[in-house]
């Protein structure tokens, strides 16, 4: 390629994410010629031209290197005049050097993060716009990140749309309305970010870690818990990462208990186990209660935050259709696209969509409850002020 000297050195970019972590990363441009430089390296899949770019919309395209497309990638831009843009692109250390060396090429000076301005010094974005955004950043999916990108929309023209009817006094119900699905939602926005925690749990022997080992991908061989033809082989309990119909979920394999309420492990490692085991249970989001499908169904906390799964059903298939639980084998796979039907509707994931505006942090939630309760009170000044909050923390 060849490079125009006419970039000036002023035009920055910097990697905003930490290299590696994350399904995207995320590099921001800043200075006069941001635009200039996204000519020459971004086609955007709708052709729209470059002079034809708005700030504070989002371009789906390729980051390209004369023709050659180097990654997928979204691309915001901050404001018209031409002070900076983000360009999120997939999350793996290549292509982020790539792209940090294709903008290098097309004459912007590396910066660090640091060195670059923040949220309050471009174009002011909405409070739940910023909110959206630092979840992006920390997004485990792909799915994540597309549902966070169409809610970044969504929650974008919502906060246009209050402005006005609070500019020209105008009816605030569909407002008011918009807040109580989102807040019915809530916390499954904000699982989508740090996912759900599943407990797998139950008498021993029964398969719960040959079960987290199938959902989570992994074979014991290699990273996954230990499985064995012994009760008690799962002592401490182990986490496994994954994702289940593209939504994050922490998998947590339990160790054995007999029976609710009590166990006849014989020694103390046992015992402790099994009480870590209940206390871990306790503390998820939901609970698969595993059982041999040979054995009756213990008495079982209330849907969705317990599920009665039947295992071993390769061995006794004749009982699955009799069963009160869900009959799966965590051996050959039988029951599994239920069992993550059924975690992905416990976790409220199935409620989320692309079109309407949903919280997806604490803090956002806080948010709309101080938003909804000056909207409550009819006062504007308090509204207004909450609308163009610009930091909000992801926690
Ligand atoms: N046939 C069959 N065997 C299974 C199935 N799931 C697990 N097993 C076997 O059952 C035995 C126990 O499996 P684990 O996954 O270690 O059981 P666990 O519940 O984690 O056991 P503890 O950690 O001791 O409580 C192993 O020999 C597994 O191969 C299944 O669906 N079908
Ligand atoms: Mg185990």
């Not at 054995?256 to 186990?273: K, L, M």
């Not at 069963?323 to 409620?351: C, Y």
Request: aromatic letters at 4%.
């Amino acid at each position: 390629m060849t490079v125009e000297p006419s970039i000036p050195t002023a035009t920055r970019c910097a990697l905003l994410t930490p290299v590696g972590q994350g399904a995207i990363a995320v590099v921001q441009l800043d200075g006069p010629r941001c635009r200039e430089v996204l000519a020459r390296v971004f086609a955007p899949t709708n052709k729209a031209a470059p002079d034809a770019w708005r700030s504070d919309r989002l371009y789906h395209g390729w980051l390209h290197r004369d023709g050659r497309r180097i990654d997928e990638v979204v691309v915001v831009l901050r404001d018209v005049s031409g002070g900076g843009a983000a360009i999120n692109l997939h999350g793996g250390v290549r292509v982020a050097q790539r792209a940090i060396g294709l903008l290098e090429a097309s004459g912007c000076l590396r910066a660090a993060p640091a060195e670059m301005p923040g949220p309050g010094s471009g174009a002011s974005r909405f409070a739940p716009v910023a909110a959206v955004d630092a979840a992006v950043l920390a997004a485990p999916t792909q799915r994540v990140v597309r549902w966070l990108l169409a809610q970044r929309r969504v929650w974008s023209a919502w906060c246009d749309a209050l402005r006005v009817a609070l500019d020209r006094g105008g009816s605030r119900r569909r407002f008011h309305r918009d807040l109580d699905r989102a807040e019915a939602v809530w916390p499954a926005g904000q699982r989508a970010v740090e996912g759900l925690r599943v407990a797998i749990a139950g008498p021993p022997n029964v398969g719960k870690s040959t079960l987290a080992n199938r959902l989570a991908l992994r074979s014991d061989e290699q990273t996954g818990s230990l499985v064995f033809d012994a009760a008690g082989t799962t002592r401490d309990w182990v986490s496994h990462p994954a994702a289940l119909n593209g939504w994050p979920v922490l998998l947590i394999d339990t160790a054995g208990v007999d029976s609710v309420g009590s166990d006849r492990s014989a020694d103390a490692i046992a015992a402790e186990a099994a009480r870590r085991a209940r206390q871990v249970a306790s503390q998820a989001d939901v609970v698969l209660a595993v059982r041999d499908i040979q054995q009756p169904a213990a008495p079982l906390e209330a849907p969705p935050r317990a599920i009665d799964v039947a295992n071993k059903a390769d061995l006794h298939g004749d009982r699955a259709g009799q069963q009160s639980g869900l009959a799966v084998s965590a051996k050959t796979g039988e029951g599994l696209n239920r069992l993550a039907a059924a975690l992905t509707a416990a976790g409220g994931f199935d409620r989320l969509s692309d079109a309407t505006p949903a919280l997806v942090s604490r803090s956002m939630r806080q948010w709309a409850d101080n938003l909804h309760r000056a909207l409550d009170r009819r006062d504007r000044a308090s509204a207004v002020a909450c609308l163009s909050m610009v930091s909000v923390d992801s926690s």
